[in-house]
């Protein structure tokens, strides 16, 4: 069962939210706020499988309340998706640097998000499709490049781990992936278990950053190489 908690200021978003995800077989909403301290305090207190934020709140705001809960000195660390009405970039920057696992826009489709909330749940990272290319791009240009290189990259991933990294940097999910390369979703979930350590990151969400920062992948051609 995936433990998930909610935190939004507008009653209604707040209600809807928590009918659509309670509403899983597999999923329980142990929780909701309705501002940034309560959402705070209630994931410490419950340390949900993945607290859902918004981004505009009473008192601490939901990247404010994410860096508390999955930033470098969070202990324990709980994954963290922002869903939001605003897909203004310097909140999407804010939300990459405080660690989030994922980023979805309220108005995404309702299947989407459940989607979303279950990747979080096993680990992955999901960023709205539609805001990564422009996202990517402008962020990459403000970060320095992490400690792996491109080239140092082509000598530690296999041929099917790049592969795997210029789907997965293009938005697609492990079905997707699964589905391009004809093989089952368990062997891209294996080959993505070796190939994040090896760049050094934590998550697909990362890894996919990665990708666009050392130009593994480029935005204006986002299926080829440099």
């Excluded at 660390?77 to 310097?90: E, G, H, M, N």
């Excluded at 296999?158 to 992936?177: D, F, M, P, S, V």
Aim: hydrophobic share 50%.
């Amino acid at each position: 069962m995936i433990r998930v908690t909610i935190a939004d200021d507008q009653p209604l978003v707040r209600a809807g939210l928590a009918a659509l995800v309670g509403s899983e077989a597999d999923i329980e909403v142990v929780g909701v706020a309705a501002d940034g301290i309560e959402a705070l305090e209630l994931a410490l207190e419950l340390v949900p499988d993945v607290a859902c934020l918004d981004i505009r709140m009473p008192g601490l705001d939901g990247i404010e309340v994410a860096a508390r809960l999955c930033g470098p000195d969070a202990d324990p660390k709980i994954p963290v998706l922002i869903l939001t009405t605003f897909d203004i970039d310097d909140y999407v920057f804010r939300a990459l640097e405080a660690g989030v696992s994922g980023f979805l826009l309220k108005d995404s489709d309702p299947d989407e998000i459940i989607r979303a909330i279950r990747s979080v749940a096993e680990g992955h990272g999901t960023l709205d499709r539609t805001l990564t290319r422009r996202v990517v791009d402008e962020y990459v240009q403000r970060r320095r490049l992490q400690p792996v290189t491109a080239a140092r990259a082509v000598e530690l991933l296999t041929a099917r781990e790049r592969e795997i990294l210029l789907l997965l940097a293009q938005g697609l999910t492990n079905e997707q992936i699964a589905a391009e390369l004809v093989v089952e979703v368990a062997t891209v979930k294996s080959h993505l278990a070796r190939l994040l350590p090896k760049l050094g990151v934590q998550s697909r969400l990362q890894a996919a950053v990665w990708a666009y920062q050392n130009r593994v992948v480029t935005v204006e051609e986002p299926g080829g190489a440099r």
